[in-house]
């Protein structure tokens, strides 16, 4: 008899390998769908759009953290890991949800946010009644201060939200957060802490999960022995050498969560959000650890021929040697939506322009829009899975202008006001071309929509052939039907500026990334990201040939 431990919901088909070249729609559920009008989305929000998901093509959705908080920072400050957030619903919701996603054949990942807890768990309110040197203080990172009187922080350390990576509590110790102070990081040399999160790991996947995505993967183990060194995360050092980042100690963790993750059949997946060079990224991506592990390289890419090709070489090259399949990313709810980062022109600060309301540079949003569709018509014709953010189907912007009153980003506040943030990319998606939210539910939204985001609409772009929608529709379901293997052959392109690659069986993708049209290569045309007519491939345009 098997030991292997079954779970309550099971999507349609069994493939084991399912994630490896999977597309992966991210939900960010407090901007997805709002059922019951209280201007922030929730799970049977999610549930009411499976039936569109499932239409768009997608093979399984990511969902942003939906548990217990209180919101430091959208989410990613839990206060209990196994439950979800009464503002969004209940676990029966969450289970509805599975069943729902399950029947349509979509896999449904969650988001495990491992490095820190929310200030409101129960184990840091335990920690601070407990006081120094007391096991409750153990599960986190207190330490004295510095100076005569520990008046100073331990560290120079600082938080990725801006501002001292330490905070003070009223009897004098400092607890260390990387993230907001409201996100206390946990001790991972810890084994409570260790077995705690497997059992979370162990409850979601009892309850049908499929897979895992891993919030700061690479940022659990930290050299603490004194004297404190300087963290030079910017510098993303190659050797694991950073007291914050990239230790080498990290990999036992997640070696024994793969043990964990296996006891399911079939065993669960996971990603890596492990900001590291492609060549440690690898170690996380593993078969006996995560899996796979993101690569944002093209997050941070121009649009480029010869940016894209390099990033495409060298992550076939790495996921060959981890064993992974590779991960594709062009947005998710971190960064500036890929629409309007290939609008604005090359190395624009896209801290300072929010700054100006998205007024300056100017934002030339069409040719960001050609971009993003050719983009992503050629990433998703590469081998590995794909990950696509909400209201990029429909070719959204970056809501640039929200009022600073409204911003909710602790970036925000922590920097003094000087950062704006990531709400730009968190504004909820238009789903009907009129209505108070346009169709996000009932009532205002929690985050405000730019007032042209009707046209955006999946209502409106439903019936439009020429719609971004239509576009992401149609490659889904041509890539669905071609999708094998994960080798590529690169092709030549005939001219500069295009980047043309080969799968199997006649099956080609070429990118004109230039502004001039090109000749287009003979074939039948599957798919395009803009109108090829007449042996033409116009600048800035992905066709798909057999
Ligand atoms: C990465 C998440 O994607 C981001 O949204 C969050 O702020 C940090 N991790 C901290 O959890």
């Not at 729609?25 to 709002?34: C, H, K, L």
């Not at 768009?56 to 953290?65: F, Y």
């Not at 090259?317 to 992974?324: D, I, K, N, V, Y």
Request: charge should be negative; aromatic fraction near 10%.
């Amino acid at each position: 008899m098997s030991t292997l431990r079954t779970p309550a919901s099971t999507p349609r088909t069994t493939d084991p390998d399912w994630w490896r070249d999977a597309v992966v729609y991210q939900v960010y559920p407090r901007s997805f769908a709002d059922s019951d009008g209280d201007g922030l989305g929730d799970l049977a929000g999610v549930t009411s759009r499976v039936p569109y998901l499932g239409s768009l093509g997608v093979d399984a959705i990511w969902l942003s953290p939906f548990f217990p908080s209180p919101l430091a920072d959208g989410g990613y400050d839990v206060a209990d890991y196994r439950d979800v957030d009464e503002r969004l619903g209940t676990l029966t919701d969450f289970d509805e949800l599975v069943r729902a996603a399950h029947e349509h054949d979509i896999r449904v990942i969650v988001d495990i946010v491992p490095n820190h807890t929310s200030d409101e768990h129960e184990w840091f309110r335990a920690a601070l009644a407990a006081g120094p040197g007391s096991p409750e203080r153990a599960r986190y990172v207190f330490r004295d201060g510095s100076g005569p009187d520990g008046a100073e922080p331990p560290s120079d350390w600082v938080s990725n939200f801006g501002g001292s990576a330490w905070t003070r509590v009223p009897d004098g110790q400092w607890y260390l957060h990387l993230f907001a102070p409201e996100q206390p990081d946990l001790d991972w040399t810890n084994p409570e802490v260790r077995r705690d999160f497997e059992e979370t790991l162990r409850f979601w996947s009892d309850r049908g999960v499929d897979g895992f995505r891993v919030d700061v993967a690479h940022g659990l183990a930290k050299d603490l022995s004194t004297p404190y060194r300087p963290s030079n995360e910017q510098a993303l050092p190659l050797d694991g050498s950073d007291p914050l980042y990239d230790r080498d100690e990290v990999h036992d963790i997640f070696a024994s969560w793969r043990r964990v993750l296996d006891e399911y059949d079939p065993p669960r997946a996971a990603v890596a959000e492990a900001w590291a060079p492609a060549p440690r990224r690898v170690l996380y991506a593993r078969p006996t650890e995560l899996g796979q592990a993101f690569n944002f390289d093209l997050l941070e890419a121009p649009f480029d021929a010869a940016a894209f090709r390099t990033i495409i070489e060298r992550n076939l090259a790495s996921s060959e040697q981890s064993g992974a399949s590779s991960t594709w990313v062009l947005s998710n709810h971190d960064v500036v939506r890929h629409a309007t980062r290939y609008g604005l022109p090359e190395g624009t600060d896209t801290d300072a322009w929010l700054m100006t309301d998205g007024t300056t540079p100017p934002l030339d949003r069409e040719r960001g829009l050609r971009r993003a569709r050719a983009a992503t018509l050629l990433v998703l014709a590469l081998p590995g899975s794909s990950y696509v953010y909400q209201g990029e189907e429909l070719g959204l912007h970056e809501a640039a202008a929200i009022p600073r009153d409204l911003l909710q980003d602790p970036k925000w506040v922590r920097t003094g006001h000087t950062v704006k943030g990531r709400d730009g990319c968190r504004v909820p998606i238009p789903w009907t071309e009129t209505g108070p939210s346009f169709g996000f539910g009932p009532v205002a939204p929690h985050l405000p929509q730019p007032a042209d985001f009707g046209a955006w609409s999946v209502e409106a772009e439903s019936g439009d052939e020429t719609s971004t929608l239509s576009l992401y529709r149609a490659a889904l379901a041509a890539r669905r039907r071609l999708q094998r293997g994960e080798s590529l052959v690169w092709t030549e392109g005939g001219a500069d500026g295009v980047v043309a690659f080969a799968r199997h069986d006649g099956w080609r993708s070429v990118t004109n990334f230039g502004p001039e049209p090109v000749p287009l290569p003979p074939g039948a045309v599957i798919v395009s990201s803009g109108p090829v007519a007449d042996g033409v491939l116009p600048g800035e345009t992905t066709v798909w040939l057999a």
